[in-house]
Nanobody, 115 residues
């Protein structure tokens, strides 16, 4: 019943930007920690960013590899987003939305950073 659907991936040049979206259904994410992971070919899936909301206070945490370049956010309509700036070739991966510490994952959206 729980579904996470990502969108917004695509092809971008180094230094460019992309914004990813994740729409959740079947689960109220208001009290959940939401996360983005990514997986490049031949590599393990790795953590990118997560966000939790306690009251009206948002707590964000980023992988050192994206800190200062990516920004995670959420809204009141069960959406979670990842704004990616200053993209690098090494950011190329399939990006997945995840409910933190669960096995609920989206289908992934491809991000390709290429000259």
């Amino acid at each position: 019943q729980v579904q996470l659907v990502e969108s917004g991936g695509g092809l971008v040049q180094p230094g460019g930007s992309l914004s990813l979206s994740c729409q959740a259904s079947g689960s109220d994410i208001n009290t959940k920690t939401m996360a983005w992971f990514r997986q490049a070919p031949g590599k393990q899936r790795e953590f990118v960013a997560r966000i939790r909301n306690e009251g009206n206070t948002y707590y964000r945490y980023y992988s050192p590899s994206v800190k200062g370049r990516f920004s995670i956010s959420s809204d009141t309509q069960n959406g979670v987003y990842l704004q990616m700036n200053s993209l690098q070739v090494d950011d190329t991966a399939v990006y997945y939305c995840n409910i933190w510490d669960t096995t609920y994952w989206g289908q992934g959206t491809q991000v390709t950073v290429s000259p």
